[in-house]
Structures are given as C-alpha cells and as structure tokens.
Nanobody, 127 residues
Framework: VQLQASGGGLVQAGGSLRLSCAVSGLTARSYAVGWFRQAPGKEREFVAAIGWSGVGKYYEDSVEGRFTVSRDKAKIIVDLGMNGLKAEDTADYYC?????????????????????WGQGTQITVSS
C-alpha cells in the first residue's frame, strides 16, 4: 500500500493551496482517507477526512469553512483544498488510509487508527 501526498509549499497568509493524496495498493471504494498535520514539537492532529463514497466529510473545527476535502470519481485521489490559510496552519501534512469497518463510512479522527500513511508534505504560511 502506498500513499503519495503532494502540493505543499510556501504561501502568504490568506492564500490558498491544494494538497493531493494518491492511494495505490488498496481496492478503490474500500477505504477512508484522513488528512492530519503535525507542527514541530506537537502531536499529529486531525484536519479532515472523507469516507469511501466521498459523501461523508468531516473537519476539525479550526478548518471548517476554509478547507474542503474531496475525492475523485475513481475514488483513488483525495484532495484537500485550503483557503484563507493562517500562520497556525503551518505544519507537515499527512494523508492516511483506513479500510476498517465502520471507519470506511465514518472516518476516525484519531491518527492511531490509520494503518497506512504517506510521506508528509510541508506547508508554511507566512504572516
């Protein structure tokens, strides 16, 4: 199983970025994908998640209304669109996949529940 995250970079406060997570090695439609982030010296925290169908979407309170998680029609690539970026959004962002039931329908917000991870992609928001 491989997850490939991409799209990070340096952006000014108020700007936008889009991250992508490409999943291979798992049957499409059989797993949920979660986005998490980890700032230096902090624990990995939940950002957003999407169920296998792309219908169930969940967000951490501080990103609700600014970030949008979506899944392509083939259910293989999961994007995280980020608008109105703030300095506190600066972190390494990771995508994880979870194929346990019922998590595929209602994704977990706990990083420890995700067995598969991609490498991090760094986002730096300058104020």
């Amino acid at each position: 199983v491989q997850l490939q995250a991409s799209g990070g970079g340096l952006v000014q406060a108020g700007g936008s970025l889009r991250l992508s997570c490409a999943v291979s090695g798992l049957t499409a439609r059989s797993y949920a994908v979660g986005w998490f982030r980890q700032a230096p010296g902090k624990e990995r925290e939940f950002v957003a998640a999407i169920g296998w169908s792309g219908v169930g979407k969940y967000y951490e309170d501080s990103v609700e209304g600014r970030f949008t998680v979506s899944r392509d029609k083939a259910k293989i690539i999961v994007d995280l669109g980020m608008n109105g970026l703030k300095a506190e959004d600066t972190a390494d962002y990771y995508c994880g996949a979870d194929r346990r039931h019922p998590a595929v329908f209602i994704p977990s917000r706990s990083a420890s529940d995700y067995p598969y991870w991609g490498q991090g992609t760094q986002i730096t928001v300058s104020s």
